[in-house]
């Protein structure tokens, strides 16, 4: 446990009281509807949380939801703090050691993202394989914080098993799932064509502003990871439309019903598999 999350730590426990989710969702831009999936929702919004800021952006709520789905208690992050709306660090990966004070063991990361392999059209699912960190900053950089490792292994940042899981899921329910490479870059601008090609060189098969430094934070205090990225549009200079967050929050909304059925299904799968019925 840390110092910088011990006031967030008090306040969330006792709004949790006697519920222990065991997964938390991190929801992506404009994909904040899939809180709507929850039974007895209970919100907490970040104001009541000692370190939490308000998200500054439009398709960023700003809470915490805690409900059923899929037959689990779970915890959603509905609202994220990116490093290029001038957060440090250490309040990016916040929610992250909280999750982990929690006791929480899995965390499934959505996120919005621009396709970089030419196959991947907006409204295509891919499931995080692997990541490239472009962002130019590691949040475990630093004193080392009690309960980090120092130098986590990072040879498998996303659970093989969580993305065994979300393909059966997806097969199961007749949902296209690719796989591909994360490139975490800073934003806020969107990338240039050239970026975007030297991404591609560098093993991107997608592009986005968030998720890298959450997945380095839970690995290195032993949290297993899936990242669902919603291709929301072809990255800079692959199409002739200039890119916009209001686009990419259109596309979100309009997809993310697919998604949010593919979270359910992967929760009710981890809660089926622990409860010994799969
Ligand atoms: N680039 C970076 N981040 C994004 C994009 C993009 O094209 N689309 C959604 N988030």
Redesign the pocket.
């Known amino acids: 446990m840390t110092s910088g999350v011990t006031p967030a730590l008090a306040v969330v426990e006792a709004w949790l009281g006697g519920r222990r989710p065991s997964v938390a969702l991190v929801l992506g831009?404009g994909l904040g509807g899939l809180a709507d999936r929850l039974d007895g929702a209970d919100h907490l919004p970040y104001g009541r949380i000692p370190g939490f800021p308000g998200t500054t952006l439009p398709g960023h709520a700003g809470e915490l939801v805690a409900g059923m789905l899929g037959g689990r208690q779970v915890l959603c992050q509905s609202g994220r703090f990116h490093a290029y709306e001038g957060h440090g660090q250490a309040t990016v990966i916040l929610p992250s050691r909280l999750f982990a004070a929690l006791g929480i063991g899995q965390v499934i990361l959505t996120n919005?993202?621009?396709g970089i392999r030419r196959t991947f059209a907006p409204g295509t699912l891919m499931c995080v394989a692997d990541q490239v960190n472009l962002t130019w900053a590691n949040p475990l950089a630093g004193a080392l914080v009690p309960g980090d490792t120092r130098f986590p292994d990072m040879s498998a940042p996303f659970d093989a098993e969580l993305i065994a899981l979300a393909h059966r899921v997806a097969g199961a329910g007749g949902v296209a799932l690719e796989d591909g490479v994360y490139g975490g870059?800073m934003?806020p601008s969107?990338?240039t064509p050239a970026e975007v090609r030297m991404l591609e060189r560098l093993g991107a098969d997608a592009?986005?502003?968030s998720t890298i430094a959450e997945v380095i934070a839970l690995r290195a205090r032993g949290l297993r990871c899936l990242g669902l990225s919603l291709i929301?549009?072809r990255?800079?200079g692959l199409s002739l439309t200039p890119?916009s967050h209001a686009d990419?929050m259109t596309t979100a909304r309009a997809a993310g019903a697919a998604l949010g059925r593919l979270v359910e299904g992967v929760v009710a799968s981890l809660h089926a598999r622990e409860a010994g019925t799969l």
Do not use: H, I, P, R
């Open positions: 831009s919005a993202a621009g870059v934003g969107y990338e592009v986005g502003m929301t549009n990255a800079a890119l990419v």
